[in-house]
């Protein structure tokens, strides 16, 4: 008696049924070289949603293209109390919503105005006292991302950028000053991260009478807390080669809060390791992306 080839034959039609449809799942990665400014990235292809704060070290990714994003201090406090000839002196000052606006303009390049809306400076220096308020400078940046804007263990970009003397009250030095930010991202086992940035400028002499190099360095490492909480440390340094200038370094922690996919809010302080540096820089902030 022949024998029935039906079980077989149906188990064949799974297997490909199977098969098919795993290759019905499986998306080939999208071209994002065809968005930009005016043609947005569609919301089912943007990249995670990543921001320039709260630490000091800049991050890689850009905007993606014909979408916004929204950074900035809720309020920031600095506090320095040192002395000078014998002399205490204190600094407090108050940026209020400082703000840094981004626009994607292609798909690895976003354009940023960094606005510093109101700042207030109360300053004693012996037995003076001195108060400045009002608006600061204005930066204009441009982020250029190399690699890893859309997966990868690495990412790494470039941040010129350009400062206006725009402030008021004597709260900036009126010159026009500049540089360049190289950020670098590190996906590390563990489930954490860490971010490098090595930055060059072209910063105006104390005395006005040209221009010196300033060189800033920092390195932070994050991880994941709880939920959608996120938490971060931070070493920060920054040299002069002005005549007399002393060395900056700064220890940083501080955390992130994402709520849903487009907003974040953060908290943390900035503690100076040296003289030169402020002692004491608590914020509260928040970003979100549109």
């Not at 569609?42 to 905007?63: A, N, Q």
């Not at 940023?112 to 600061?136: F, I, P, W």
Request: net charge negative; aromatic share 12%; charged share 20%.
């Amino acid at each position: 008696m022949k024998k029935s080839s039906r079980p077989g034959h149906a188990l064949f039609l799974i297997a490909i049924a199977m098969a098919a449809s795993g290759h019905a799942q499986t998306e080939a990665p999208v071209d994002k070289s065809q968005f930009h400014l005016f043609n947005p990235t569609p919301t089912k292809h943007l990249r995670e949603f990543t921001t320039d704060r709260p630490d000091k070290t800049e991050s890689p990714y850009t905007v993606d293209a014909g979408h916004f994003q929204l950074e900035m201090d809720v309020v920031n406090y600095t506090s320095d109390h040192e002395t000078i000839g014998g002399a205490p002196h204190r600094v407090a000052g108050w940026a209020i919503a400082p703000i840094n606006l981004k626009a994607g303009i292609c798909n690895r390049l976003d354009a940023q105005l960094v606005l510093q809306t109101y700042n207030y400076v109360d300053e004693h220096a012996d037995k003076n006292r001195t108060k400045r308020s009002g608006y600061g400078d204005t930066l204009f940046r441009l982020k250029y991302n190399f690699w890893g804007n859309d997966g990868g263990k690495t990412a790494f970009g470039a941040l010129p950028f350009v400062k206006f003397p725009t402030s008021q009250d004597r709260l900036g030095n009126h010159s026009y000053e500049g540089g360049l930010i190289l950020p670098l991202a590190v996906q590390l086992p563990m489930g954490f991260g860490m971010g490098f940035m090595t930055e060059i400028d072209a910063a105006r002499d104390e005395d006005e009478s040209g221009y010196h190099g300033e060189f800033i360095n920092s390195i932070t490492l994050n991880h994941d807390l709880v939920g959608r909480l996120s938490g971060y440390v931070e070493f920060f340094s920054a040299v002069s080669a002005e005549r007399g200038a002393a060395w900056v370094g700064t220890f940083d922690v501080g955390f992130t809060y994402g709520l849903g996919a487009n907003v974040q809010f953060d908290t943390g302080v900035n503690i100076g390791m040296t003289r030169s540096a402020p002692d004491w820089n608590p914020f509260l902030g928040v970003s979100w992306r549109f």
